[in-house]
Structures are given as structure tokens and as C-alpha cells.
């Protein structure tokens, strides 16, 4: 132990000699966050989506009732509920229609509404109407949010009758205005776990391209304990930029809903995650410029393929239970997002987001594992 | 300090075709000065890192033995001053030496005391609270020197330490090796390609050629064969 707050020390003495470094960790996504904000914060945006009205009417004693054009004439204008995410509607015929459409990327998701949906309306039992949205879109939870808040309007003008879609409308937090920069807001804490990658790796890159790191191999430190004291201070220079990305975050006006002591739990595991591979592309690079080159790779990787801003292509790896294990469930940052946007604008709670918990839990253990062989391998044996 | 016998039985090592060791052995008494002379690319520098446990040998075996115990037993606190400049640039001298004898288990106070002793032996007191990427390049050489020392280790090996340190420093830096050999019982094995160190430093001096080693017992017998034009034509 003696060692390891030794080690830990000296480490914390090297990072604040590099105030360059640090400051881009600390306060690199804070900036993109100012940057966002002022960018994306009044933009709005279109989406797409394909309506297939189906209803056949309800006879009432005065007239024809059809109360799905209703709800599409309610969602063909939603400027009264949300001036950020414009719905283009398109009707189909058909489904398989619809399921083209998506598949061409002419629209995003689609809408339906079944052919008993006026009777049910006029008879006061349950009317469902249903939505499809291609998960992983931008602005996904914008226009979930969006269509909740349309379907209770459409409630509110059909006084007594209760109308579902299929998805709980209590999930998502009572917000008076979503706008494009919340979207981000996920990708944004999950960058400031990611920019850890470029300091770890640095650091240890920059240890042994010193000839420093033959001391270290010489004393009884083992790089367990090399690892360990490594680690503490670069996960609080990680905790340190979380922080301070929540901070600018709650400053343009973004409101927590979700359980902070959640967010920093699925944060700080992906943060040792990161450092681990931090230690990873250091041991194998060897050299700040090759390590340089192989941590961008890394954050290409993590910025595409995590959600944060493109879809992810669903690559179907295995099924454990009901949980479909996708190619790129590997990364650590798409579980961090995942989870973020959950708690962050559905309120989740540890059940509801407990195979990101895991599947967290399980990366870290394993990128931890092969951060040390790499380390003991590549770096303490020369042979 | 115990009296021990460090064995190095019969280590051999190559790289591909390339054979580098070749059964080399060679028998060394505790506080005794080694001094291994050769060519570049003799193998010295491979067969260092193979005694520091950094470069795993293809045969053989590095020990010591008590006059007392046949059983032998690994060199735990080994002292390694690489070749090239291998110190932390952005920490100051007292603060690496420190962290290098803490991490070799070494006590605060014992080590507060060691490092002090250390600065003052190498003339680096006045620089001790600079940052080590601050130091002129002489400076660098002894700071390099002092954490292979640091932690008083029983088995010094010194790659070339003379290399690019100027004539003053290159004398008390003779000094304090025969000085610790001398007082404080710590074995030395190091290298250098300049002659008169050879033979200005008290020991044994071991020539390796062609992943062989020939090894004279005094510098008498050395200065013989180099007048004999047996190291200037044949080895060096």
C-alpha cells in the first residue's frame, strides 16, 4: 500500500507539472458543451416519419367520427407543444411500405393507427395507437418526448377517455421545452470520460519513452500496484472533468431528473475502463507519437459507434436472456450513453438500466485484466 | 554486510542467428568492482539487462552463495544505471531519488537522509529542487547514476556511467564507485569503452568479444596484453 500511495504521489506531481494536459482533459468538454449550447440550443430540426391511418371511423348520431385524422392533424402541428423537433408526416398504405421507407432512410420511424381505433375512442374503452422509431436516430428522445406530450394533448381533447401508446407516458420528465442541445447532453459526459484515453496514455507513453519507466521495472513494484497508483489520480482528473461538463451542462439550463449517484456510477466505471485502455494502447504503442495516433483510432471508434452522434448499426453478437448482445456492446462508452440517456430523460432507475450496469461492471473487470498482462507483458518484460 | 560469491553460470543469448552470449560465466566476490570492456554490439549491454532480470537468458542462471550455505539464492536489490538518460523529466532530482528508494522499500526517514548524502556526493545539492528536464546534460548522467544507487543496492550495474560526463565529474564519480566497493561492501559490475577508467578503478576486467568473455584478474595483467597489442588490433 505503502507503494502504491508512493507511486501515486509522484504521479500526481507529473500530472500538475503538465498543466496543458490537464487542462484539455478538465476542461475540453466543458467547452464543446458551451459550444453545443450555443450552437444547437434554438436550432430546430426535422423529422421524418411515415403514417399509416388505418382507422375506419365510428358512426355517432350526428355524423362520421374519424378520430385518427384527429391525432394526425395533431401531430402534423406540434409548434404549439415543441418549436425544436419539426414532424414531417408521410402517409403510407401499408406497412411493408413504411418498413422500405426506413430502410432507404426516407423517413425515421412510423406511426400507426389501427382500424378500431375510433370505435374504441367512442365506445370509452382503451384506443391504442402505436409508434415505431428506428432507435439510435438523433433526437431520439426529442421525438419520443415530442409524440408523448401529443398524446396527452389528444387526451386532454377527448375529456374521459384513456388513450395509450406503447410507451409509459410518466417515463419521460416533465420538461416545457426539449431542445436540440439536451440530445447532446449524453454524448457530451460521455466525451469527458473518453478524453481520459488521451491522458493515460500519454502519460504512461511519456514514462516509458523516458527510459524512466527501467526504475519502476527494477523496484518491487509490481504493475498491479503501478496500475493502481496510476489510476486514482487520473479516475479524479476524470471525476474532475465530469464535474465540471455537469456544471456547464446545469448552467445553460439543462434540469437533472435522474439519480446523480447514478450518473456518477455508470461515469466512474467507464472511467476505469478508459484509463485501462489508456494503459492498453500505451503498453503495445510504446511511443507518445504512436500511442498519439492509436488513442485517436480509439476515440473515432467510441464517437461513432457509442450513439453519441450517428445510429448504431445493430450487429447481432448473441443473446443472453432477452438481451441482444450487439457487436458493438463491446465499447464501454455505448453502455455509458445508453445508460445516461435513460436516466437522464426517462428517469431510469437500476432496473431499468441494469444490463448497462453489467455490462459496465463486466468490461471493466475485463479491460482491467488485460491492462495489467498488457502492462506486465509489453512493458516489464522485454522477452 | 554478508560475504557473498554472485555466480553467473554458463548464460547465453541470442537473436535469431545472431549469437550474442555465448556460455558466459564468470564467478564475482561481494564489493568487488567489475569492469566489462568491449567493443559496440559485444554483448554487454544484453548481458546487464539479462542480470537485471530485464531480458529473460536462453540458458543459464544468475546467483549468489554464502561462504556459510551452499543453497544458493536470487540477487534481490539489484542497482541498474542504463546506458542512455533514464530519469523522470518533469520531477525535480530529490523527488525521483526519493520515490526510487521508497519504492525499493527504503523508510522516509533513512530515505530523506540517503537521497541528501547522494546530492551532496554527486554535487547535485544545489539543483536538487529542479526539475530534472532543467539539468545540463553532465547533470543528467549523475542524476541517472544516483537513482541506480539510491537505495544502497547490493549489486550495482553501471552501463558506460562515464559516457558524456566531463573529467572532473568522471573523478569523484571513480571515487565514489571504489568507495562504496570499498566501504560499504556493494558489488559493482559496469562498462566503459575509455581505458584508463579500466584501470584507474580498483577490480577485475572482463573483456567480452564475439559473445565471449575473457576475464584478467588485475589491471596488470590487462596493461600486459595491451601492450602485447593483444586489445588494440585484436578486441578494441
Known sequence: MIKIFCYLRFSFLRLIRDPLSLGLTIFTPPFFTLFFWIVYNNSTTDVSLAVLNEDIGVETAQKRQYYGNQLILLLSDTSNINEIVNLQLVSVESEQEARTMIKKGVVHGLISVPAEFSVKCAQKREAVWYFTLQKGILYYDAVRLLLDKCNIQFNSILIGKKLLVDIKSTDFKEQTKFSIFDSFVPGLLTFAVIMLVFSVSGAVSREIESGAFIHLRMSSLTPVQMISGLSIVHFFAGIASVFVTLLTIKLSGFSFEGSFYGILILCSLTIISAISIGIIIASLARSRHKTLLASCIIMFLFILFSGIMFPVPDIEVLRLGQNTVSLFDLLPTIHLHSGLTAMLFRKAEFTDISYEYYALIFLTILLSAAGKYSLKYFVYTDS | ?236
Open chain 2, 1 to 236: 554486510m554478508d560475504h557473498f560469491v554472485y555466480k553467473i553460470d554458463s548464460i547465453s543469448k541470442s537473436f535469431g542467428a545472431l549469437n550474442v552470449l555465448k556460455n558466459v560465466t564468470l564467478e564475482i566476490q561481494s564489493g568487488s568492482i567489475v569492469i566489462c570492456i568491449g567493443v559496440n554490439g559485444a554483448g554487454k549491454t544484453t548481458f546487464f539487462k539479462i542480470l537485471c532480470g530485464l531480458l529473460k537468458a536462453d540458458s543459464g542462471s544468475f546467483y549468489k552463495k554464502t561462504a556459510k550455505s551452499s543453497q544458493p539464492s536470487s540477487v534481490d536489490v539489484i542497482g541498474y544505471c542504463p546506458q542512455e538518460i533514464s530519469i523522470w523529466p518533469d520531477l525535480t532530482c530529490r523527488e525521483q531519488m526519493t520515490m526510487v528508494a521508497r519504492l525499493n522499500g527504503m523508510n522516509a526517514s533513512k530515505s530523506k537522509e540517503q537521497v541528501n548524502g547522494l546530492l551532496n556526493r554527486l554535487q547535485l545539492t544545489s539543483k536538487a529542487d529542479t526539475l530534472a528536464s532543467k539539468l545540463s546534460g553532465g547533470m543528467k548522467r549523475r542524476l541517472n547514476l544516483g537513482l541506480a544507487l539510491v537505495h544502497e543496492p547490493e549489486f550495482c550495474i553501471l552501463d558506460e556511467p562515464l559516457d558524456g560526463v566531463d573529467l572532473h565529474g568522471r573523478k569523484f564519480i571513480r571515487d565514489y564507485i571504489n568507495e562504496i566497493s570499498s566501504q560499504k561492501k556493494q558489488t559493482i559490475i559496469m562498462s566503459t569503452h575509455i581505458m584508463e577508467e579500466a584501470l584507474y578503478l580498483n577490480g577485475i576486467i572482463v573483456l567480452f568479444k564475439n559473445g565471449e568473455v575473457i576475464i584478467f584478474k588485475s589491471q596488470n595483467e590487462f596493461s600486459d596484453r595491451i601492450s602485447e597489442d593483444f586489445l588494440m588490433e585484436k578486441a578494441i
